[in-house]
């Protein structure tokens, strides 16, 4: 009891309110972990919701990252465009890069049919793109006679870089590995065709001989405008294009491009001729569209024509223009050629 009483008394001393103070404090502290479970579970569905939002919405061009360049190239220089032909896909090749590569070792050699198609490069984007690596040598009075001429001590007319070159040395000099030849037109006009057709087949053969390991390839004459009576006449046109192609064959080791082939028989139409209303003669853009596109299609079967001219983004270079168009050519005239390379003189 003593003892009882004793405890009783310092209970009873203790401040009053001590004992229910501490058990207040109990109550009143938080439990912070739903809370923070509560807050991740909010994150994690807003993050769902807003990726699900995103997946939904249709995408643009800015929102998407730069794709790498490995394996892209520009959309002018695609190079296959899939076609149907019978229910199959077949591939249309058309390549700038590789057409050009084609030319890179090509000299193109004739008259001032030769040389206005040289200054397509300046007027059109795409024949520029086909050419650039092209070499030219042209002079507006070449003839086959001049190059048969040439291999019997006669006068040497192309002007190569300043240095007067025949056209056997002109291919050595230039290292090319293929020869476009353009000629007749000057022949024709100061002979007749059987005479002009002997000019042509000397000229192969000793061409030939000369240069075994380059390919030579001849054009044929384009017609005038089919209401010109300049000479040459297209009746002899055509009689000396058959001639040229009956001599171009496998076994003479040369090759013929028919470009007559490529105009109405009866003539040129305004549609390609670039002087109807003049001498007629001349070959429009439209037309020399047509005759790129058909050099295209020989040396790489590529399928897609050339439809319209493109404006050239640069102007190549120009130099000094070669002698004025006349028929017949003056006695003595001088020559002058467009350098065999890299740049392209233009006429007006």
Known sequence: MADR??????????????TGGRKSAKKEKVNLFPVAVAVAMLVLICWGFSGLMRMTQ??????????????RQPEFFSTIRPETMNGAEVDVVDDPVQVSEYFANTL?????????????????AQVAEYLEKA???????????????EFSGGELTLNLYGERVSL?????????????????????????????LNFVR????ALHEALPNTEIVVFTMTPHY?????????????????????????????TCIDLAALFPDDGLTEEFCADAEGAGTKLNAAGYLR??????????????????????????????????ETTPPPQNAPTTNAPAAGRTPRTS
């Open 5 to 18: 009483n004793r405890r009783n008394p310092r209970e009873k001393s203790r401040p009053a309110g001590q």
């Open 58 to 71: 249709p995408s643009t061009g800015e929102e998407e990252p730069p794709m790498p360049m490995i394996g």
């Open 108 to 124: 193109f050699v004739g008259d001032n049919w030769m040389h206005r198609l040289m200054n397509q490069r300046l007027d059109d």
């Open 135 to 149: 070499m030219f040598l042209t002079n507006d009075y070449y003839s086959w006679d001049a190059v048969r001429q």
């Open 168 to 196: 056997v040395t002109a291919v050595q000099k230039t290292g090319a590995k293929k020869v476009f030849i353009q000629l007749g037109r000057m022949d024709l006009i100061m002979e007749e065709t059987d005479t002009a």
């Open 202 to 205: 000397q000229s192969l053969t």
């Open 226 to 254: 089919s209401e010109s009576s300049t000479p040459p006449i297209n009746a002899k046109i055509a009689k000396y294009n058959a001639g040229v192609k009956a001599m171009c064959t496998k076994e003479s080791g040369i």
């Open 291 to 324: 005759v790129v596109n058909k050099l295209v299609d020989t040396v790489t079967s590529s399928k897609r024509p050339l439809t319209t001219p493109v404006p050239a983004a640069t102007p190549a270079p120009t130099a000094a223009p070669t002698q004025p």
